[in-house]
């Protein structure tokens, strides 16, 4: 098993800068990659990016080139999104996902999950 808790959300402003973090324990050596959806009210969830948990090596859905950077901590255990130039229309609910054997881009590809966290922006 893996948990997986999301931090850094907040009430934001367009234009402002922010770095979401996600926090991981248990059995992450067997994980294969980590991923960023995010879910605002009434859509669907929808993928941001993904991250091979062992290279480093990022893939972004092609609406969040530019502004969504992934990356990831081996050391502390920790994945992180940060995102530049918030927009009224990142206001969602932002989850860290974990999965051992592949990586996806659908959130049914994914096992582990977190609570989510937060974000909402401002005009």
């Known amino acids: 098993q893996v948990q997986l808790v999301e931090s850094g959300g907040g009430l934001l402003q367009a234009g402002d800068s922010l770095r979401l973090s996600c926090a991981t324990s248990g059995r992450t050596f067997m994980l294969a990659a980590m991923g960023w959806f995010r879910q605002a009210p009434g859509k669907e969830r929808e993928f941001v990016a993904n991250?091979?948990?062992?290279?480093?090596?990022?893939y972004y859905a092609a609406s969040m080139k530019g502004r969504f950077t992934i990356f990831r901590d081996n050391a502390k255990s920790r994945l992180y999104l940060q995102i530049s130039g918030l927009k009224p229309d990142d206001t969602a609910v932002y989850y860290c996902a974990a999965d051992e054997k592949r990586l996806g881009t659908h959130r049914t590809e994914y096992d582990y999950w977190g609570q989510g966290t937060h974000v909402t922006v401002s005009s």
């Open positions: 991250i091979n948990w062992n290279t480093g090596l990022a």
